[in-house]
């Protein structure tokens, strides 16, 4: 069965720092999705930044990036330049190409700090 | 454009009672979904319509019943509320699903039931 882990259930930065979100997930399929959605106070769930399993180039949105590693399943995100509108949830998401089902994380709780 | 919209935002039930949650999207989308979340978890996929016409059950279907009306809306009921179902609901859409593409799912600003 395919999981999305994300071992680290809090993080904190320091204002205009940068800090990076870890997530590993398990599949056997070749072809996949993987995303990394915000989800501040608000509870509304936006989507941050893609990647495509067949991409060998990392994805990058602005001050967010991420590091796909696809022999060792990590797909980590790199939020530089933190700033304050940063604090909420991430989660890491997978999807197969097979599949319509979209396989979230634990998530993430970061907060910015002034 | 409003996207996704979601109604009600917030609803309380008392156990064995009965409500449908609604949900609409105004950006043509082939394929909807229904989502909980539940604290220090992430979303999980309840029932999907990959288009109008069709459901199909995801992970955690058990208590729950789906109508995609039409293309645009698609309505999830609990006939029989328990406390279990307390949670947070998200409705989602998608253009639909080609293989190959990394179709995006946008999700409503979700509505939180609490079964007492």
């Known amino acids: 069965a395919q999981t999305v882990t994300q071992s680290q259930p809090e993080m904190s930065v320091q204002e205009a720092e940068t800090v990076t979100l870890s997530c590993t997930y398990d599949?056997?399929?070749?072809?996949?999705?993987l995303f990394w959605y915000k989800q501040p106070p608000s509870r509304q769930m936006i989507l941050v930044i893609r990647?495509?399993?067949?991409?060998?180039q990392n994805a990058t949105e602005n001050r967010f990036s991420v590091n796909f590693q696809k022999a060792a399943k990590s797909f980590s995100l790199k939020i530089s330049d933190s700033q304050l509108g940063d604090t909420a949830m991430y989660f890491c998401?997978?999807?197969?190409?097979?599949?319509?089902?979209?396989?979230f994380g634990s998530g993430t709780r970061l907060l910015v700090r002034p | 454009n409003a996207g996704v919209t979601q109604t009600p935002k917030f609803q309380v039930l008392k156990t064995g009672q009965s409500m449908t949650l609604q949900c609409a999207q105004d950006?043509?989308?082939?394929?909807m979904y229904w989502y909980r979340q539940d604290p220090g978890m992430g979303l999980r996929l309840i029932y999907y319509?990959?288009?109008?016409?069709?459901?199909d059950k995801g992970e955690v279907p058990n208590g729950y019943n789906v109508s995609r009306l039409n293309k645009r809306e698609f309505s999830l009921r609990l006939e029989s509320a328990a406390p279990s179902q307390t949670s947070v609901y998200f409705c989602?859409?998608?253009?639909?699903?080609?293989?190959?593409?990394?179709?995006?799912?946008?999700f409503g600003p979700g509505t939180r039931l609490t079964v007492t």
């Open positions: 989602a859409s998608s253009e639909g699903y080609t293989s190959g593409d990394s179709y995006e799912q946008y």
């Open positions: 599949t056997s399929e070749n072809n996949y999705y």
């Open positions: 950006m043509n989308h082939n394929s």
């Open positions: 319509s990959a288009s109008e016409g069709t459901t």
């Open positions: 998401a997978f999807r197969e190409d097979s599949s319509y089902k979209l396989i």
């Open positions: 990647q495509e399993a067949y991409k060998q």
